[in-house]
């Protein structure tokens, strides 16, 4: 069985501060893929990033970074210098070859001015 | 159409009525799949297929949940007998690809279902 915890269920910084939101994940299989989606009020899902198990790569898209590792299986994401805009809810995804992909209940992340 | 299409987006009935709920995936995807996401929560997934084939539907709470894909492109979810616990978000997404893991999932607007 696989499960995506995301522990922080709310977080509310100040605007231009850094936030990190974790992921933890469980599964037996060697092969698997991490995504991150975004849950703005407005309601739909918007694809962030994907990782497979096998690039351990940090990578970095502008404010947005994500940490992977498996020996803590974790896949963190920070976003720096957040924005009134970040506001939303986050998810961490986990897929395997069974294509459908297992969700964490979300954090919160309010951004305010 | 760039998008995933879900109609309709709001839907309220009464306890005991049928409700169909309709996807319509981009254009060539291969995939498609039906979560269901709760107030609160993070979505939970019903079933999927590729191509019209159902190919798992593990996720599907009882017997009243049912789902089609008869040509392939645009699908049908189906729930009998609605009960209020069947209130929920329900987001289908499609893929390019079947049968690979690796594919980004689009989501659709969702429909919200309300049942009274």
């Known amino acids: 069985a696989q499960k995506v915890?995301?522990?922080q269920t709310e977080i509310?910084?100040?605007e231009k501060e850094d936030v990190t939101l974790d992921c933890v994940y469980e599964t037996r299989d060697t092969t698997y893929y991490l995504f991150w989606y975004k849950q703005p009020p407005s309601g739909e899902l918007v694809f962030l990033i994907r990782r497979n198990s096998f690039d351990e790569q940090n990578e970095i898209s502008g404010r947005y970074s994500w940490n992977f590792q498996k020996s803590t299986s974790s896949f963190n994401f920070t976003i720096t210098a957040s924005q009134v805009v970040d506001s939303a809810v986050y998810f961490c995804?986990?897929?395997?070859?069974?294509?459908?992909l297992t969700f964490g209940g979300g954090t919160r992340l309010m951004v305010k001015p | 159409g760039a998008g995933v299409s879900q109609s309709p987006r709001y839907k309220v009935t009464k306890r005991g009525q049928d409700v169909a709920l309709r996807c319509?995936?981009?254009?060539?995807?291969?995939?498609l799949y039906w979560y269901r996401q709760a107030l609160g929560q993070g979505p939970e997934f019903l079933t999927y297929?590729?191509?019209e084939a159902q190919q798992d539907k593990s996720g599907l709470p009882n017997d009243r949940f049912s789902a089609e894909r008869p040509e392939g492109s645009i699908s049908t979810l189906t729930i009998q007998?609605?009960?209020?616990?069947?209130?929920a978000m329900y987001r289908c997404a499609s893929s390019q690809q079947a049968f690979s893991s690796y594919n980004e999932q689009f989501f659709g607007p969702g429909t919200r279902l309300t049942v009274l």
């Open chain 1, 93 to 100: 995804a986990l897929s395997n070859a069974g294509n459908m």
């Open chain 1, 12 to 14: 509310s910084v100040v």
């Open chain 2, 81 to 87: 007998r609605t009960e209020q616990r069947d209130s």
């Open chain 2, 24 to 31: 319509d995936p981009i254009s060539g995807h291969v995939s």
């Open chain 1, 5 to 7: 915890t995301q522990a």
């Open chain 2, 49 to 51: 297929f590729n191509y």
